[in-house]
C-alpha cells in the first residue's frame, strides 16, 4: 500500500510486530530478523569515523552483537530500519531507529548513514523524511525528537536543512572519548509536518490543473 | 602572495569567503541571502568544511549556541569580529 498524498513514502508494507518496509524515491528502509543479519551488514558500523558520533555501547560489533541489537527492536513501538539501494536491498548504507513512547504519544528517531560514498547525496534527508511521514500518519505520534552532538556537523546541517525546531541544548550530555560534549534537541510536530504535507499536496494539485486542457 | 580573503575585507567579505570556499564555490556565486536549503553545494560535508573554517577564522571552537546558527550568510558574518 501507499501512504496517501506522501510525498516520501512511495510504498509501505506494515504489519506490526513482524515488519514494516518503506520505500523512497532512491531507497528502501527495512526492519529485519535477527537472522537476516549477514556479515554484509558489518561493512561500515566498526568504521571509527562511523560510530564517532553515534551513542552506541559495547565497542565493536561482530554479527552476533549485531543480531542482538535488532532483536531489540521491531516491537510495536519500536523500530530499526536498515536503509538500503531499491538497487541492491541486501547491502544496507545505513540505519534509523525510531522508538515511540505511548504514553506521550511522541517517538525519538536517530539515522546513520555508514556507507561513506553516500555522504553528501541527501540520503539522511530522504530516508528520515519517510520515517518521519511512518511516525506521523501511521503511528500518528504529535511529535518526534531527535539529538545531535555538538561536534556533529553533518548531523547539525541535516536537521537544519530538513528544518526542524530547535528545542534545548543539553549541556555535557555525551562523551565522545574523553570529552564531555552538548547534545542538541530538535523536534518535528505533527502540525507542522502536515502543514508541508498539506502545501505538497495543493501543489500537486496545482500542477495538475494547469496541465489540464482549456 | 595575495592575501587570503577570509582573513581580509569586512565581516561580510570574509564570510563570503569562507563559504565559498566551503561549498567549493568562487566568491562572485555567493548570493547575499545564500543559506542551507537554498544554495546549491551547500550539504552536510560543506558544511563540516564551514564550521572549521569559521573556527579557523576565529582561532577558538564555536559555542554550541553559535554553532546552531551557523545556517546563513548572515549569520556566519555575525559571527566574525567587524
Given at each position: 500500500?501507499?501512504?496517501?498524498?506522501?510525498?516520501?513514502?512511495?510504498?509501505?508494507?506494515?504489519?506490526?510486530?513482524?515488519?514494516?518496509?518503506?520505500?523512497?524515491?532512491?531507497?528502501?528502509?527495512?526492519?529485519?530478523?535477527?537472522?537476516?543479519?549477514?556479515?554484509?551488514?558489518?561493512?561500515?558500523?566498526?568504521?571509527?569515523?562511523?560510530?564517532?558520533?553515534?551513542?552506541?555501547?559495547?565497542?565493536?560489533?561482530?554479527?552476533?552483537?549485531?543480531?542482538?541489537?535488532?532483536?531489540?527492536?521491531?516491537?510495536?513501538?519500536?523500530?530499526?530500519?536498515?536503509?538500503?539501494?531499491?538497487?541492491?536491498?541486501?547491502?544496507?548504507?545505513?540505519?534509523?531507529?525510531?522508538?515511540?513512547?505511548?504514553?506521550?504519544?511522541?517517538?525519538?528517531?536517530?539515522?546513520?548513514?555508514?556507507?561513506?560514498?553516500w555522504w553528501g547525496k541527501g540520503v539522511?534527508?530522504?530516508?528520515?523524511?519517510?520515517?518521519?511521514?511512518?511516525?506521523?500518519?501511521?503511528?500518528?505520534?504529535?511529535?518526534?525528537?531527535?539529538?545531535?552532538?555538538?561536534?556533529?556537523?553533518a548531523?547539525?546541517?541535516?536537521?537544519?536543512?530538513?528544518?526542524?525546531?530547535?528545542?534545548?541544548?543539553?549541556?555535557?550530555?555525551?562523551?565522545?572519548?574523553?570529552?564531555?560534549?552538548?547534545?542538541?534537541?530538535?523536534?518535528?510536530?505533527?502540525?507542522?509536518?502536515?502543514?508541508?504535507?498539506?502545501?505538497?499536496?495543493?501543489?500537486?494539485?496545482?500542477?495538475?490543473?494547469?496541465?489540464?486542457?482549456? | 602572495?595575495?592575501?587570503?580573503?577570509?582573513?581580509?575585507?569586512?565581516?561580510?567579505?570574509?564570510?563570503?569567503?569562507?563559504?565559498?570556499?566551503?561549498?567549493?564555490?568562487?566568491?562572485?556565486?555567493?548570493?547575499?541571502?545564500?543559506?542551507?536549503?537554498?544554495?546549491?553545494?551547500?550539504d552536510s560535508l560543506a558544511h563540516i568544511?564551514?564550521?572549521?573554517?569559521?573556527?579557523?577564522?576565529?582561532?577558538?571552537?564555536?559555542?554550541?549556541?553559535?554553532?546552531?546558527?551557523?545556517?546563513?550568510?548572515?549569520?556566519?558574518?555575525?559571527?566574525?569580529?567587524?
Amino acid at each position: 500500500m501507499r501512504i496517501k498524498n506522501s510525498p516520501h513514502i512511495l510504498a509501505l508494507r506494515y504489519t506490526p510486530r513482524d515488519f514494516c518496509h518503506l520505500a523512497t524515491d532512491r531507497f528502501v528502509l527495512l526492519t529485519k530478523t535477527p537472522e537476516e543479519i549477514t556479515p554484509a551488514y558489518l561493512a561500515w558500523f566498526n568504521d571509527p569515523d562511523v560510530r564517532a558520533h553515534l551513542a552506541l555501547a559495547g565497542g565493536d560489533y561482530d554479527v552476533e552483537k549485531l543480531r542482538m541489537f535488532t532483536k531489540g527492536h521491531n516491537t510495536e513501538t519500536s523500530f530499526l530500519f536498515w536503509i538500503a539501494t531499491q538497487e541492491d536491498r541486501d547491502t544496507p548504507i545505513g540505519f534509523s531507529q525510531l522508538f515511540m513512547t505511548r504514553l506521550h504519544n511522541l517517538a525519538q528517531t536517530s539515522i546513520c548513514l555508514g556507507d561513506k560514498s553516500w555522504w553528501g547525496k541527501g540520503v539522511i534527508g530522504e530516508a528520515r523524511s519517510a520515517v518521519l511521514d511512518f511516525a506521523f500518519r501511521k503511528l500518528a505520534v504529535d511529535k518526534v525528537f531527535g539529538h545531535c552532538q555538538k561536534p556533529n556537523a553533518a548531523a547539525l546541517f541535516n536537521y537544519q536543512a530538513e528544518k526542524w525546531e530547535f528545542e534545548a541544548i543539553l549541556k555535557r550530555h555525551h562523551k565522545v572519548g574523553e570529552e564531555r560534549v552538548d547534545l542538541i534537541q530538535y523536534a518535528m510536530f505533527r502540525e507542522e509536518w502536515m502543514r508541508r504535507i498539506d502545501a505538497w499536496v495543493a501543489e500537486q494539485e496545482d500542477d495538475m490543473s494547469q496541465g489540464d486542457p482549456a | 602572495m595575495s592575501a587570503n580573503p577570509a582573513q581580509t575585507g569586512d565581516a561580510a567579505s570574509r564570510a563570503r569567503a569562507i563559504l565559498a570556499e566551503a561549498v567549493s564555490r568562487p566568491v562572485g556565486e555567493i548570493p547575499d541571502d545564500a543559506a542551507i536549503g537554498m544554495l546549491e553545494g551547500w550539504d552536510s560535508l560543506a558544511h563540516i568544511r564551514l564550521i572549521a573554517g569559521i573556527e579557523a577564522a576565529l582561532d577558538r571552537p564555536l559555542t554550541t549556541e553559535e554553532v546552531i546558527g551557523v545556517h546563513a550568510l548572515d549569520k556566519i558574518a555575525a559571527l566574525l569580529p567587524g
